[in-house]
């Protein structure tokens, strides 16, 4: 190639450029509903490109993504969760937590949770077993389509905000537990302090404010990736794409939006 | 949070055997909670033999009609406080009439409770009480006497047309009180038996085998109190009624029976994820409860009792007897049954990888303390609901004026114990 037709493919370049990206924002509106330039910026952008500083709970549906494989098993994440949540520091609470699957030659699964030494745990981690493979998966709330939670909340105080996240109103809980017992992962407990129900609630207040959750943002590996499932420019929705996911107890019919890549078929 | 609190959590973390997931080491719904099953059952079975006399005309349970509706009046006063007590936050308990979810078993609770207190239960005893309380109202002293023109609402009128009127209200009542009994107690399974994240609870049988065991029970508890009203009182048992109510429960019994053993059969033949976690739940958490006192002791041993005392030729103070002892040991077996449900579906894991451990406080808010003063309130409720209201209808105007009124001749009830 010389200089001259170098130059005219320049020429050529940036227009289709433009109206390739004018045809992505185009259809990203379509699919979304929004309108003009923000279609097309990236989630962390997206509240304030809104314009205003205003918020629009309808224009998101969010979720996460786990990469097993990437996932080191730090427990920076939890870690991160309870300072920034005010989650007791007791290994009894947790909104996000880590679990090590050990699973040996002879088939035989074994789990434990790094947060937690339980007995057991402290017994079954002294054993010598010759190791098939191993791995980590951090838990949290599945932020659920269809949430039992929800579901059965006598007073309404749990609730699917629009934006597909599920928050507990701390004023409005009786603190009956009915909730707990419907959860199938385990992801809520009885705050000792307020009497009344929490979970991992997407860092919510950071999200709407165009930051992302501290056990997303402190994770060193990338293992989890947040993001919104309307925007087709999120890293949630190339994740999807790219991956073959998996999601904990599908026959129960959570739909739950923490979206696994690389699952164990022990992991439940 | 508190440092007991702390320490309950650490000693429960040390009895965890396999993988639980962290959030699961509380043990959420405690003993109140077995007791609010066990109290509701009480109140539809007792209703249910109530309405065998109004409904089916069966003469021969006649003498314990009474009976019946006021312990179930006793026991449902009772049945909402170890919920309440349960809360975290019982001031807000309102919200479940205020703003309640419609999507929620739970929130159904406080309508199903106030249209079965309110719709039939109160109902059906005041007019069943009303020419009584009219006539009482007349030949008792001051303060009775208002008290009983209270409790009548100030109606006068006992002639034969507004007797059969009451009548009439009566029988509607039950009609509609039948299905309601079993919408309080059916609804109280659903609220099990709907979570799907518990493959313990979740069955669809739940509300069945809640209702069949909650008739079981009432009528158990009904014949209980009778015997024991009649030795207090020292007047002869009607061996006639005693002897076809047992015949109710022996049915009702084989059919409960029969029931939780095809849930037993079906779980373990379909043989689900669940069935390992399941199983060494029963071998290692409820072999006592489960095994020993809800099916042997609760279940077989009063079957067979009842098949001997039906089958053999007994004299009536034997037959008392043998009556007895089954109906007190299928009471134990049903607070067993409430048990393994409420708490047994908490021991394991959902991840279906581990045991937890349960240790019942004694004096706490949600300890055996309180369960026990909320097991023995209803028999001290029903104490003052029988000296005010007679378990016998009166007999015409016979009562002199100015004679003591009949509250006096009703003998104190034990108030403790089952």
């Known amino acids: 190639m010389n200089k001259r037709q170098f130059l005219k493919s320049l020429l050529l370049l940036f227009p289709a450029g433009g109206f390739t990206g004018t045809l992505a924002r185009w259809a990203g509106a379509k699919e979304t509903g929004k309108t003009g330039a923000d279609a097309g910026a990236a989630d962390r952008r997206d509240a304030k490109a809104q314009g205003n500083g205003k918020y629009h709970p309808d224009r998101h549906w969010y979720g996460m993504g786990v990469e097993i494989d990437k996932c080191i098993g730090c427990s920076r994440c939890v870690d991160a969760c309870k300072t920034e949540n005010a989650v007791p520091q007791e290994p009894f609470f947790f909104r996000t937590w880590m679990e090590r699957y050990v699973i040996s030659k002879n088939g035989e699964a074994s789990v434990e949770s790094l947060n937690v030494k339980s007995k057991a745990a402290r017994e079954a981690g002294q054993e010598d077993a010759e190791v098939l493979r191993s791995f980590f998966v951090p838990k949290l709330c599945n932020q659920c389509a269809n949430p039992p939670c929800v579901q059965v909340c006598p007073v309404g105080a749990t609730f699917s905000t629009q934006d597909g996240v599920v928050l507990v109103d701390a004023n409005r809980c009786i603190g009956c537990r009915y909730c707990i017992q419907a959860c199938p992962y385990g992801a809520r407990y009885l705050h000792p302090q307020t009497k009344t129900a929490d979970k991992c609630t997407f860092c919510y207040h950071r999200v709407v404010n165009d930051l992302l959750p501290a056990c997303v943002e402190v994770c060193p590996t990338q293992a989890r990736i947040f993001g919104d499932l309307k925007s087709k420019a999120s890293r949630l929705v190339r994740f999807t794409r790219m991956n073959k996911i998996h999601v904990l107890k599908p026959s129960l019919n959570t739909e739950p939006k923490v979206y696994y890549a690389q699952l164990d078929g022990e992991v439940r | ?418």
């Open chain 2, 1 to 418: 949070m508190s440092t007991e609190q702390m320490a309950a959590l650490t000693e429960l973390m040390e009895q965890v055997t396999g993988f639980i997931y962290p959030n699961e080491i509380e043990i959420h719904w405690s003993i109140l909670i077995v007791v609010y099953p066990y109290v509701t059952g009480l109140v539809a079975g007792a209703f249910i033999l109530a309405s065998l006399v109004k409904v089916f005309n069966i003469k021969e349970v006649a003498p314990t009609y009474r009976l019946s509706l006021l312990t179930a009046l006793a026991f449902l006063l009772v049945a909402p406080l170890p919920l309440l007590l349960h809360l975290g936050h019982p001031l807000r308990s309102y919200e479940i009439f205020l703003t309640p979810n419609p999507t929620s078993a739970m929130a159904m609770f406080g309508f199903v409770y106030a249209w079965y207190l309110m719709a039939v239960l109160l109902l059906e005893i005041w007019f069943e009480y009303r020419r009584d309380l009219v006539l009482m109202a007349r030949e008792s002293r001051f303060p009775m006497n208002w008290v009983y023109r209270g409790l009548s609402l100030f109606s006068t009128d006992i002639s034969e047309a507004a007797l059969a009127v009451d009548r009439k209200a009566i029988r509607i009542i039950t009609i509609i009180g039948i299905p309601s009994a079993f919408l309080l107690h059916g609804y109280v399974g659903f609220i099990f038996g709907s979570v799907k994240a518990n493959p313990w609870w979740s069955s669809v049988l739940m509300p069945i085998v809640f209702l069949m065991s909650a008739i079981v029970s009432g009528i158990a508890l009904v014949i209980f109190l009778y015997m024991v009203l009649m030795a207090v009182r020292n007047q002869p048992i009607d061996m006639r009624c005693l002897d076809t109510i047992v015949g109710y429960l022996f049915y009702a019994v084989i059919v409960d029976f029969s029931l939780e053993a095809l849930d037993f059969i079906q779980r373990l033949y379909e043989s689900e994820e669940s069935i390992k976690i399941l199983g060494s739940l029963i071998t290692h958490k409820l072999f006592m409860s489960l095994l020993v006192l809800q099916i042997l002791l609760g279940m077989i041993i009063p079957l067979g009792i009842l098949v001997i005392a039906r089958g053999w030729k007994f004299n009536d103070d034997m037959r008392k007897l043998l009556y007895f002892t089954s109906v007190i040991l299928i009471q134990i077996g049903i607070f067993s049954t409430r048990w393994n449900v409420v708490v047994g579906g908490q021991l394991f894991s959902k991840s279906l990888r581990g045991l937890m451990g349960y240790k019942m406080e004694v004096m706490g808010i949600e300890g055996l303390a309180t369960a026990l003063v909320l097991l023995a309130l209803p028999f001290v409720i029903l104490y003052v609901l029988i000296r005010v209201l007679p378990t016998e209808r009166l007999e015409g105007e016979r009562v002199p004026r100015g004679a003591p009124s009949p509250e006096g001749e009703a003998l104190p009830l034990p108030t403790r114990g089952m």
